[in-house]
């Protein structure tokens, strides 16, 4: 298994909603990373976790939650958003440092 | 100005053509990668490169340290390469950062 998984595709959720993106890779890599994509913008990293912790935050507001359960997948919790979140959401994987990355197809949100 | 230059940010080009997208960087890095971003929104990583030239089939991604600069050239281009390019640099820690894309049409 050589992909990053990102579930759901598409979602769509009101300002008092409470929902989550899902990230796995079965790929053994160390680190993953979530980014946030506008269109036409390059992504902007939130988050990293390595071995399992969080590593890097990027000053994300804090109803962006993130939450790594285990090596294999990466959550990121989502409430109260605003219309301005929405965006492509990318996640990433990595064996470390001095490799390349894996990045999955990505959750498109649209915040109503 | 951003850490990252790429250029041209538009390409169109003709099916067969040459194509040679440039990417300008002003910090020490240690490692450079050139991705694929097509429309429907996945990111597929064609490079990684820290020094010299790297090929995969029609693409051949360039780099000079000195000079702080790389290339990204595709042969033979076809309509399926229609894509956006990002360069992005890994300045040592866990982060990358990007540049603004180029967006690449080739015409049939």
């Known amino acids: 298994d050589t992909e990053v998984t990102q579930t759901p595709k598409h979602l769509v959720m009101g300002m008092t909603n409470k929902k989550s993106l899902k990230c796995e890779q079965h790929?053994?890599?160390?680190?993953m990373y979530w980014y946030k994509q506008k269109a036409k913008k390059p992504p902007e990293l939130m988050f990293v976790y390595s071995y399992e912790k969080l590593s890097i935050n990027e000053s994300v507001p804090s109803r962006f939650s993130p939450e790594c359960p285990n090596s294999s997948l990466l959550n990121l919790h989502l409430h109260a958003l605003q219309p301005e979140d929405s965006a492509l959401y990318l996640c990433a994987s990595s064996p470390g440092a001095n490799y390349g990355y894996t990045f999955g197809s990505g959750t498109r949100l649209t915040v109503v | 100005k951003n850490e990252v230059e790429q250029s041209p940010q538009n390409l169109t080009a003709q099916e067969g053509e040459f194509i040679t997208i440039n990417c300008s960087y002003s910090?020490?890095?240690?490692?450079l990668h050139w991705l694929q971003q097509h429309p429907g929104g996945g990111i597929v990583s064609l490079f990684m490169l820290s020094s010299g030239k790297k090929k995969h089939g029609r693409l051949i991604a360039t780099i000079n340290i000195q000079e702080k600069h790389s290339s990204l050239h595709i042969t033979a281009s076809h309509p399926r390469d229609s894509a956006v390019y990002i360069c992005?640099?890994?300045?040592?820690?866990?982060?990358?950062?990007f540049g603004t894309g180029t967006r690449l049409t080739i015409i049939p």
């Open positions: 790929m053994g890599h160390r680190a």
């Open positions: 992005a640099v890994r300045k040592g820690n866990e982060k990358l950062t």
């Open positions: 910090v020490g890095i240690s490692a």
